[in-house]
């Protein structure tokens, strides 16, 4: 069975620092993977996808990493804003239509 | 585009009562979902549709029936409600298998 982990649950960090948030998945067989953002009682956005066959992706300030021999994505944030504060969740597809997703990192950026 | 659209907002039921929560894209996108989320579980799939006339069960799908009779709906239909099915629901649409998948804002569901 497919299990996502993203650790840490939480992180706080000042305004203006880069940031990797990482995300372990514990089979390799995966479609894609996915990086979605979740404001506090609201949908999810997403961030980034990126294919099995692919290594990274890149959108303005926000690249994702992903090597699926060893099971790890990693989210990079750069120049961190109070804006990018947030929960971040991945998700890895396996079948047709299914996406395991993670617990999430929930990212405060401080002023 | 309005994207992926979710209603009710918000909802109150009473145990063993039934409702429909409703689901629609505008993107012509041919594979739509259902997922609730709880704390400390994460995102579930409960239904998932690969197209028209097309359904199947996802990770936890007892409790709920779909149909999709278009391309643009997909309803998710709570048959009796229970106590269980409190959570916040989200429905999502991508273009196909391994394309990028796009959230509705999602209903708060409460059961009593």
């Known amino acids: 069975k497919q299990e996502v982990t993203q650790i840490p649950a939480a992180l706080s960090v000042p305004e203006g620092e880069n940031l990797v948030l990482n995300c372990s998945f514990t089979d390799s067989a995966i479609y894609n993977l996915q990086w979605f953002r979740q404001d506090p009682g609201k949908g999810l956005t997403s961030l980034l996808l990126i294919q099995s066959s692919q290594r990274e992706q890149t959108s303005g300030r926000l690249n994702a990493s992903l090597d699926k021999s060893s099971g790890r994505s990693t989210l990079y944030i750069a120049a961190s804003q109070p804006g990018d504060s947030a929960t971040y969740l991945c998700?890895?597809?396996?079948?047709?239509?299914?996406?395991?997703f993670g617990q999430g990192t929930r990212l405060t950026i401080n002023p | 585009n309005a994207g992926v659209t979710q209603t009710p907002k918000f909802q109150v039921l009473k145990t063993g009562q039934s409702m429909t929560l409703q689901c629609a894209q505008d993107m012509n996108h041919e594979y739509m979902s259902w997922y609730r989320q709880d704390p400390g579980m994460g995102l579930r799939l409960i239904h998932y549709s690969v197209g028209a006339g097309i359904t199947d069960q996802g990770e936890v799908p007892n409790g709920y029936n779909v149909s999709r009779s278009t391309t643009e709906d997909f309803p998710l239909r709570l048959l009796s409600a229970a106590p269980s099915q409190t959570s916040v629901y989200f429905c999502?649409?991508?273009?196909?298998?391994?394309?990028?998948?796009?959230f509705g804002p999602g209903t708060r569901l409460t059961v009593l």
């Open positions: 998700a890895v597809r396996r079948g047709a239509q299914k996406l395991v």
């Open positions: 999502a649409s991508n273009r196909g298998g391994g394309d990028e998948q796009f």
